[in-house]
């Protein structure tokens, strides 16, 4: 651009204070297609609304100021303006009475002239409008470019939604018809084992004095440590089944295949479900103790949403609270980390009659440029092969674009990180109960 800019005020006669100006509007200001001779790239502050005016009327014209003469002219079918600018002394000096004639060619005065300039400026000219149009299809191609992302971020999420749902309602079924046999028998084999007790009082009552078989059978097996333990096994028979069952419900909850319409939904019960999923992930193992999981659920009103793609939301947001607590703990003792408890904590309420969830932990927190970028797609802070990149740019077009909400991320580095997801619920949902944990 240097160049051309010397180029032309040497072959115009542009003498030592004159300018060859050609400049575009661009919102309040006007850009310079090449620099001013001093290299500025900056329009005399006098100069921009002569030229904006120029531009918008589509007018050519003199002007005088400041000891300066300004003549311009704005560029048949563009948004461009050119204008040449000199102090008035050295204009009319004798020396440079050709650039006079180059002044009127630029305005028509001089018919000859102007169509010489045109003929001269003819190259430039196309150069402008090639620019324009390159201009306009980087800005058509780099909007089919944005839309062709979001496209591959819903075929992902739609595509992984289904197999993990159709998967996790298979594993499901599968779980439930065992689990059906064992809770429908364990009861009677409580109620048998309670007969066969009392019938063992009764024989004892009856025969209190057994032989000496009978004797060394009863030390044998311990008879007396049989009949308070062997409840408590059945006891505890029932409870794993119960929680098979929970662990099944919550398969199901999470993977709920999402209808074409939003349906009333239970948050906390997709958070607990999420939770449960998660357990492995959260429970104490040789390396930590456990994460520790606080929820502070307020009294939510049921939301109309798409139930699985808001708890795939959770599911991204909880896992990478556990992965940030893995990459805090590599440096640590299981010791260390029990003296400061990696603690996730889910506060739940309503404000501005908004249904807000927070997510937060106190894991190793982001940096500024990891906070500006953690919704990209394509970004990730994770090892080649750990992270895809898309979970979040997921979580926020899921929050954004499918359920009007809004999702924010603050962090502090060292100190840990909060999500807040807020979204907004029908005035008809009934409310949820306030759990009790």
């Known amino acids: 651009m240097l160049d051309m800019e010397r180029l032309v005020a040497e072959s115009s006669g542009l003498g030592e204070t004159g300018e060859m100006l050609l400049a575009k509007e661009k919102g309040d200001t006007l850009a310079l297609f090449f620099p001013l001779r001093n290299g500025s790239q900056v329009l005399p502050e006098p100069l921009v609304p002569v030229l904006k005016d120029a531009i918008a009327q589509d007018a050519a014209g003199i002007k005088h100021y400041d000891g300066q003469v300004i003549a311009f002219q704005t560029l048949p ?57 390159l201009e306009k299809e980087v800005l058509a191609k780099t909007t089919a470019f944005e839309e062709l992302k979001q496209t591959q971020i819903q075929l992902v999420q739609s595509e992984k939604m289904s197999s993990l749902g159709q998967l996790m309602a298979g594993v499901a079924h599968e779980i439930n018809n065992p689990v059906g046999f064992l809770k429908g028998n364990i009861q009677p084999a409580q109620d048998y084992v309670k007969d066969l007790l009392e019938l063992i009082d009764l024989y004892q009552e009856k025969m209190p004095n057994p032989d000496a078989d009978i004797e060394d059978e ?195 580095l060292g100190k840990g990180t909060i999500f807040t997801i807020t979204l907004p619920y029908e005035k008809n949902c009934r409310k949820m109960k306030q759990p009790l944990s």
């Open 218 to 412: 009863i030390k044998e097996i311990d008879l007396e440590f049989v009949r308070q333990d062997l409840p408590n096994i059945i006891n505890s028979m029932n409870s794993g089944v119960d929680r098979i069952r929970n662990i099944s419900d919550s398969l199901r909850i999470f993977s709920r295949q999402d209808q074409d319409h939003k349906t009333a939904f239970n948050i906390h019960e997709g958070i607990d479900s999420t939770l449960l999923i998660l357990k492995h992930r959260t429970k104490a193992n040789e390396q930590r103790p456990a994460v520790e999981v606080v929820k502070n659920y307020g009294e939510l009103p049921e939301v109309q949403c798409f139930p699985g793609q808001l708890n795939q939301v959770f599911m991204n947001i909880l896992a990478n609270a556990i992965d940030a607590f893995e990459q805090a703990n590599q440096s640590k003792t299981c010791k260390e980390i029990k003296a400061e408890s990696n603690i996730i904590t889910i506060t739940t309420s309503v404000v501005d009659k908004q249904v807000q969830i927070q997510i937060q932990d106190n894991a190793c927190g982001m940096k500024l440029e990891t906070i500006e970028r953690i919704f990209e797609q394509g970004f990730t802070t994770k090892e080649v092969g750990e992270g895809t990149g898309l979970g979040m740019a997921i979580s926020h077009q899921i929050i954004t674009e499918k359920h009007s909400g809004l999702i924010e991320c603050s962090s502090e």
């Open 77 to 133: 079918n563009t948004d461009w303006a050119i204008a040449v600018q000199m102090e008035r002394q050295e204009l009319y000096g004798a020396v440079n009475r050709d650039l006079i004639f180059v002044g009127l060619a630029v305005f028509g005065v001089s018919t000859i002239a102007t169509v010489g300039l045109v003929f001269v400026l003819r190259p430039l000219i196309g150069r402008v409008t090639d620019a324009d149009e």
